[in-house]
Nanobody, 120 residues
Framework: QVQLVESGGGLVQAGGSLRLSCAAS????????MAWYRQAPGKKRELVAF???????NYADSVKGRFTISRDNAKNTVYLQMNSLKPEDTAVYYC??????????????WGQGTQVTVSS
């Protein structure tokens, strides 16, 4: 069973930075693609970034150039470095394990999420 535990959220002023972490278990971490999603109040969950097993990354246009996804296979952990944060980045952030087949395909397993709030 996949288990995902996110951490690192908080309250930050616009222009600030946060680093999210997600510890994964129950999967062969190094073989899986990993992703970060977010869900703002009243909105659908959206894919923010993903990283495949070989290290290739992909970002939503709204975060490109500001966010960086990375992974440490030795620690079964995926990170999301968020810089130049904007109020519209406010959301609950979730990590996800999945696979890549031309596009990111998520497993239906989610952690509790971590709240990111950006004040103006």
């Amino acid at each position: 069973q996949v288990q995902l535990v996110e951490s690192g959220g908080g309250l930050v002023q616009a222009g600030g930075s946060l680093r999210l972490s997600c510890a994964a278990s129950g999967i062969i971490f190094s073989r899986n693609a990993m992703a970060w999603y977010r869900q703002a109040p009243g909105k659908k969950r959206e894919l923010v970034a993903f990283i495949i097993s070989g290290g290739t990354t992909n970002y939503a246009d709204s975060v490109k150039g500001r966010f960086t996804i990375s992974r440490d296979n030795a620690k079964n952990t995926v990170y999301l470095q968020m810089n130049s944060l904007k109020p519209e980045d406010t959301a609950v952030y979730y990590c996800n394990a999945g696979y890549y087949s031309g596009r990111y395909e998520p497993f239906n397993s989610w952690g509790q999420g971590t709240q990111v709030t950006v004040s103006s």
